[in-house]
């Protein structure tokens, strides 16, 4: 659940919401002195006595006590500091036992690092609240008196005029002028009262959110730098994973396609050079089978090419690139892809690679009568979905034709999902981030 500490509808006016402020740091500040007050007898006492008597083992559950005390007063404090600081306090996550023992689990406080923060909060919080406390209400009180001066001045009894005292400050001590100074008073202490309160709440805030929360904070981040370096290194693994399936296809592709071609070319050129001398006709019509193989072997290296980097997709982007990969297959495509804007290479590769996969594997395996592409630009990045109802089965586990997709759609930052109930076709999804 989030807290908003903005009103909705219509925005307040700059006055409404510094008076709004203005309200809400005198509470804090007022409130704080009694709790700070309260706290620093309590958390003293526990502390002092729970040390002083835990050499006859009373003064461990003594000192629970005291922690839990604290922890209470510590979530009161961070529910009154949210408005102060404009957000939500962040409530950090308390050790507790993981025995199944109730003696263990009763004595976790004391081996919880943010229980003793607590209560350090609870003993020191009375040095800022004081001090808050006593600008706050000095400022309030001066400002208040200072600006009602002029209808409770004849209240005051005013000694005799003093006239040598009179000449020496340069003005004489008319009602007049007691007004218009106390009001001057009370002006200036009105003016600077929203900065004095707002300094004295922001000090004891940011005390109590420093010790409160600034470790939990502080381990959350270190957990988080910790994920971050866990993902690169996952997806730096699977890019190092899919480069090697990758380069394993692509020599396999050429052993098994080119090059034995080439090497069936190369001896056909030789027996039409010993045929030259012999039987003239009988080299020609090797020559001309020489010829035919060099135009397939052709066309199966622009067909690698593309698989490498398809110069459609470098020039007229994914979609053209899709709708071209959709008339090359076998099996019907029901392609779904509007316009898109360029995106980052790595992207559009990515994306253009797990709809060939996907095709690749449909034609070869599914038995599908149809296949369904779909590509869509969603507020996170891209989505690619390809689907068929063919006979299903198909698994991203090792061994299986679709972890090397799943390796390069990691090492691109996204995440390939594959839902294939045997017999019910295959739904492939990638969610790629832009």
């Known amino acids: 659940m989030t807290t908003t500490y903005s009103g909705a509808g219509e ?6 919401r510094y008076l709004r402020q203005l309200g809400i740091d005198t509470q804090y500040v007022l409130l704080g002195f009694p709790l700070g007050l309260i706290t620093l007898v309590l958390c003293i006492t526990g502390f002092a006595v729970g040390v002083g008597t835990v050499v006859i083992w009373i003064g461990f ?8 005390m604290s922890r209470g007063f510590a979530v009161l404090e961070r529910a009154r500091i949210g408005p102060v600081l404009g957000r939500p306090v962040p409530h950090p996550v308390y050790k507790s036992a993981r025995s199944e023992g109730w003696l263990r689990k009763s004595m976790a406080p004391l081996g919880d690092a943010q229980s003793w923060l607590d209560m350090v909060h609870g003993i020191f919080r009375f040095i800022p609240s004081t001090l808050g406390f006593c600008f706050v209400v000095t400022w309030w009180a001066v400002a208040l008196a200072g600006l009602s001066y002029p209808l409770w001045d004849w209240t005051l009894p005013h000694p005799p005029d003093n006239y040598e005292l009179h000449e020496l400050l340069g003005f004489q001590d008319t009602a007049g002028t007691r007004v218009l100074f106390n009001v001057s008073i009370g002006l200036f202490f009105t003016a600077t009262l929203y900065p004095v309160v707002r300094g004295a709440a922001l000090l004891e805030a940011y005390f109590a959110n420093g010790v409160l929360t600034g470790v939990d904070v502080l381990r959350q981040q270190v957990a988080q730098a910790n994920a971050d370096r866990d993902v690169a290194q996952q997806q730096k693994a699977a890019a190092v994973s899919a480069e090697a399936v990758a380069l394993r296809k692509l020599e396999r592709d050429i052993h098994d396609g080119p090059q034995q ?6 001896m056909d050129l030789g027996r039409a050079e010993q045929q030259f001398a012999t039987d003239p006709e009988a080299a020609r019509a090797t020559v001309a089978e020489a010829l035919s193989q060099t135009r397939e072997t052709l066309d199966e290296l622009r067909a690698l090419s593309r698989g ?9 982007g994914l ?3 899709l709708t071209a990969l959709a008339g090359r297959c076998t099996v019907p495509v029901d392609l779904d892809a509007p316009p898109l804007e360029r995106m980052d290479p790595a992207v559009e590769s990515t994306a253009y690679f797990v709809v060939a996969e996907a095709l690749t594997n449909v034609a070869k395996h599914s038995h599908a009568t149809e296949v369904q592409v779909s590509v869509q630009r969603i507020a996170t990045g891209l989505l690619v979905s390809v689907a068929d109802d063919g006979v299903g089965g198909a698994s991203l586990a090792k061994g299986h034709g679709l972890a090397g997709l799943d390796d390069r759609v ?5 995440v390939l999902a594959v839902e294939s109930p045997e017999g019910e076709g295959t739904r492939l999804t990638a969610a790629l981030p832009i």
């Open 11 to 16: 925005q307040p006016s700059l006055a409404g």
């Open 61 to 68: 559950p003594i000192l629970v006590a005291t922690l839990v």
């Open 261 to 266: 071609r080439l090497v069936r070319l190369a």
């Open 308 to 316: 490498i980097a398809p110069p459609i997709l470098v020039d007229r």
């Open 319 to 321: 979609r053209a690139a």
């Open 410 to 414: 990691r090492a691109a930052g996204g």
